[in-house]
């Protein structure tokens, strides 16, 4: 019955898995959503805080130099489309090439604004879908924002190839009467803002641990010798599960330290040949000539003059 779902990496469709993986110049949050820098430098004890922004889902370091912030505080901080509110997720000690000063504590006045916003961000995206699909453009939107301090409307969109909006940009000018932008994002981006439950039954890890998206690769996965089925090893977006950079250092490092698949060595004066390395198992899996398999863990095996000999 196990044979039956057995993987071989001579069936693989390279085409489909090609698909999986991160495409080359794809937009991302990560391209496009960057503070703006302090200009002058930071005395050595002015706290650095982690803030995050609500309708990317994205972090971010900022210094303020007038006082102790709580976590959960709003505050007003330059972005590169414009000054917005982000909430303050902590301090922290460590920095970076780009640190944002923060303005301000946020006021009343800009949290009751930014309840109103986001009221009329609800109304905008109704009628930007319905302007898309009367423009029939090729497009998905994903979320709409409003700047605090800024007159601009922001709006967030994935798609499969380039698209020509500046039809709908006029429509949408037209209706709102202000600045209006619209940015194409990727899917793993579109993810990170909508959240959801992984095939674990998780929080989306783009969503909930950690908003960097580092590329992922077939190759992670067979490195770590999981199944290549497209459907275990990819997430909603349609891209290989961001997990699966995780441990992929750790599993480089440890292959490095034991024998590869298809060494030949000799033991009990038999030739053997490594057929299996489980990495999280610790134990390696070898074949002899005779047909015979030995299964030994990892503290078995050692390397002397450049070659692998068992104890």
């Not at 085409?15 to 496009?32: H, I, K, M, V």
């Not at 130099?65 to 959960?72: K, M, T």
């Not at 700047?147 to 209706?175: G, Y």
């Not at 390395?277 to 610790?282: E, R, T």
């Amino acid at each position: 019955m196990g044979d039956e779902y057995e993987d071989s990496y001579d069936e693989i469709d390279e085409e489909e898995f090609a698909a999986l993986e991160d495409r080359p110049g794809e937009e991302t949050f990560d391209d496009s959503v960057i503070v703006q820098p302090v200009e002058t430098g930071l005395e050595p004890d002015t706290p650095v805080y982690r803030l995050r922004l609500s309708y990317s889902n994205e972090t971010f370091l900022a210094a303020f130099r007038d006082g102790v912030l709580d976590a959960g505080a709003k505050v007003l901080v330059p972005t590169r489309y414009g000054r917005d509110l982000a909430q303050v997720m902590g301090r922290v000690s460590c920095s970076a090439p780009e640190i944002a000063l923060i303005e301000r504590p946020a006021t009343e006045e800009d949290l009751q604004k930014a309840e109103y916003n986001s009221k009329q961000e609800e109304e905008a995206f109704g009628i930007c879908r319905e302007k898309i699909e009367k423009h029939r453009l090729e497009m998905k939107l994903v979320s709409v924002h409003y700047l605090l301090d800024e007159p601009k409307i922001l709006f967030f969109f994935t798609a499969e190839n380039r698209v020509d909006f500046r039809e709908l940009v006029k429509d949408l000018v037209s209706i709102f009467r202000t600045r209006i932008e619209l940015r194409q994002i990727g899917v793993r981006d579109e993810s990170r803002v909508v959240g959801g439950l992984g095939v674990c039954g998780r929080g989306y890890c783009c969503h909930m641990v950690s908003d960097k998206l580092k590329p992922v690769s077939i190759k992670m996965a067979k490195d770590q010798n999981l199944s290549l089925n497209s459907m275990k090893i990819s997430g909603p977006c349609g891209r290989l599960l961001c997990c699966l950079a995780y441990e992929h250092g750790f599993y480089c490092e440890q292959r490095r330290l034991v024998p590869q698949e298809g060494t030949r060595l000799y033991y009990d004066g038999v030739s053997w040949k490594v057929t299996e390395v489980n990495i999280a198992a610790g134990r390696i899996t070898m074949n002899a000539e005779d047909s015979r398999i030995l299964i030994l863990p990892f503290s078995r095996f050692e390397k002397t003059d450049n070659r692998w000999t068992v104890r």
